[in-house]
């Protein structure tokens, strides 16, 4: 069992390094985060290299409207399932670090509450997308297709929640095994063989959904091994006292349904609307400009959501990591741990799409040729994207500090903003309106989030610091992809190239200037390994 953050609990010496003024490396937070962190990029790149796969695959087996119908679905459900969960996934990262800190006996008792809400939400949840799928008889196979995933959003709901659970408990290579491997690698294969036997969009669809159940099986089972083994630790020796109360809403006694639900209710409106940023406007312009549109605006966003491993890698790990530093008072070292996460995220996505942009007619194309029309919606995607990380892992300290309401009132603006501008632009200029609106909405939701971060916590977002990670990838990629677009042009070449010229460029810069761009803890990690 991999356990981190149980080890920083268990192991209190204080003769770790310490850092000068202005340096913040060297940290066991940040060592530990490292450490997290290179497991849950391993996860987070096969995830993403896998759903490419899925992508390529779906566009080219069954083209730009067989594709949509499809990603229409699988908008409607993850738009569900982030309302079905309830917001359990949040309330198990942001509570049982909390619990093992200081109320262990206690863990299961809450464990069962969590799957228990999300039995009962999810069911209800599901009920309520068969429902949804009646308003697409127009659409004989978007309607079976919704169908089908209203029926799976109960077992999906508990399958997240459970990965949750692992992932708040710090078993980061059974959560990446199950979550970022088993499923990804199920879902290719079923759809080959699903087309190859004669499938349409329907059957793709009900093949995406059938590894949920056994996915669910592999995280129920490890979960309540987990939680008997970190039962049986001893509990931390007596120390320093904790200060939480300036920065912590954790119940002070014993956690009931009702304080679940005070944290959970807002954080679900929060994770429904974070949803609906990320695909309705798949559904908009779906609606709006038809399902080849749909797809062909879906495929450009798959690559995005491919490029954001290295967020998700760093999330899985510092979320649970900000919620016990918030439950203890240490704000010193959550700015440290917050500041490093953030020049990670944004030193090692940054060339993601830097690449992405440079080379998006070449990259579209390998989806089919109907696709390529969505190079400039890739290229607007991809800016949005490099400029918002800026704001770091600021949303996973916003709801860590217990404050999902200000995060729920965030994304409501931003959805708010993108629905009004997809209605507004995409009848106008297309999928560029939608990719437009969509950047908007971003860029707004991680400026309210960092206000009241820096607001209620404390946390500064230290923008030097932060923007100079950028720097290496905007010269090593951006520059040599301008100078290769001049001479040969987009294709594979210059993509090969691209990759080969600025990667060893890249690696030198970070090899030379590793203290700056805080490379310490990482460099230290690797040797051990």
């Known amino acids: 069992m991999n356990v981190p953050f149980l080890m920083s609990r268990y192991d209190r010496s204080d003769d770790s390094p310490k850092s000068g003024p202005g340096q913040l490396t060297g940290t066991s937070e940040s060592r530990t985060a490292a450490r997290g962190g290179i497991i849950g990029f391993a996860g987070a790149a096969t995830s993403a290299g896998l759903g490419f796969v899925l992508t390529l695959l779906m566009t080219r087996l069954l083209g730009e409207r067989g594709a949509g119908t499809v990603m229409q679905a699988m908008a409607v459900f993850s738009i569900a399932i982030s309302l079905a969960k309830l917001g359990m996934d949040s309330v198990a990262i ?40 009646r308003f697409y008889q127009d659409d004989r196979s978007l309607s079976i297709a919704v169908l089908v995933v209203g029926m799976a959003v109960p077992v999906g709901a508990l399958q997240l929640v459970s990965l ?5 408990l710090g078993d980061l290579r059974a959560y990446v095994t199950i979550g970022n491997i088993l499923l990804p690698v199920l879902r290719p294969i079923i759809l080959v063989i699903v087309t190859a036997i004669g499938g349409t969009a329907v059957g793709v669809t009900i093949g995406w959904v059938a590894p949920l159940p056994l996915a669910l099986f592999a995280g129920f089972v490890v979960a309540v091994v987990m939680v008997r ?82 967020d998700t890698a760093l999330r899985v790990v510092v979320s649970p990591r900000f919620s016990a530093l918030l439950h203890g008072g240490k704000i010193d070292e959550l700015q440290g741990l917050y500041r490093d996460s953030a020049v990670w995220l944004v030193l090692f996505s940054t060339p993601i799409f830097v690449v992405l942009a440079v080379n998006a007619e070449t990259v579209l194309g390998w989806l089919g040729p109907g696709f390529t029309d969505g190079a400039l919606t890739l290229i607007t995607l991809s800016v949005g994207v490099a400029v918002t990380l800026m704001a770091g892992n600021i949303h996973s300290v916003l709801l860590m500090s217990g404050r999902s309401g200000w995060a729920a009132a965030n ?43 820096r607001r209620f916590v ?27 677009l001049l001479t040969i042009g987009q294709g594979i070449p210059m993509l090969s190239a691209n990759l080969v010229i600025g990667g060893i460029s890249f690696l030198v810069w970070c090899r030379l200037d590793r203290d700056r761009l805080q490379l310490a803890d990482i460099a230290a990690v690797i040797r051990r390994r």
């Open 229 to 310: 083994r970190v039962s049986a630790i001893p509990p931390a020796a007596p120390g320093k006292t904790r200060n939480p109360a300036q920065h912590d809403d954790m119940p002070r006694s014993q956690v009931t349904v009702r304080q679940l639900l005070k944290f959970a209710i807002p954080r679900t409106l929060s994770a429904g609307l974070e949803q609906s940023i990320q695909w309705l406007d798949v559904l908009l312009v779906g609606a709006i400009v038809g399902s080849a549109a749909a797809g062909i605006y879906g495929g450009a966003s798959r690559f995005i959501a491919a490029g954001l491993i290295i």
């Open 411 to 453: 994304k409501l603006v931003a959805v708010a903003i993108n629905v009004a501008g997809n209605l507004l632009l995409v009848p106008a200029i297309g999928i560029e309106g939608a990719a437009l609106s969509w950047v908007a909405s971003m860029v707004i939701d991680a400026s309210l989030a960092s206000l009241e971060v």
């Open 94 to 133: 942001w509570i049982l670090p909390r619990i093992i800190e200081t109320d262990l006996h206690h863990l299961g008792r809450v464990i069962r509450m969590v799957f228990a809400i999300t039995a009962i939400s999810g069911i209800l949840g599901g009920c309520a997308v068969v429902v949804w799928s």
């Open 458 to 484: 404390g946390i500064r977002l230290q923008p030097r610091s932060i923007t100079y990670a950028a720097v290496p990838a905007i010269v090593c990629f951006l520059g040599t992809g301008a100078i290769l």
């Open 164 to 168: 949750a659970i692992i992932r708040a």
